[in-house]
């Protein structure tokens, strides 16, 4: 038996999708909010919850964009780096 990954919409953040396999993300249209959107890995979403519950004191979270956030929960969640791997600069300097 195969192990199912559940996937959650970006958009809407009440649909879910189950498949049989491992990725960060899908895109489809959510069939509840309609809209084409990518359905995040739960283990994501998650950790991305974890964050914004509890910033991390590492940089200023408030700081970064929904996208920049949920690119740290998914590296976090999805590869072995942790905070410290993330460097936070600002725009006009880079």
């Known amino acids: 038996m195969s192990r199912t990954r559940t996937y ?5 953040l009440d649909e879910t999708v189950t498949r049989s396999f491992d990725t960060s993300h899908l895109s489809m249209t959510c069939p509840n909010c309609e809209s084409f959107e990518r359905f995040a890995n739960e283990a994501v979403i998650e950790q991305f919850e ?4 509890s910033p991390p ?3 200023d979270w408030d700081r970064l964009e929904r996208r920049e956030k949920l690119l740290v929960a998914e590296r976090i969640a999805r590869t072995d780096k942790t905070l410290a791997d993330f460097d936070v600069i600002d725009a006009t300097e880079a």
């Open 57 to 59: 004191s590492e940089f």
């Open 8 to 12: 959650r919409c970006l958009n809407c």
């Open 50 to 53: 974890s964050l914004e519950a």
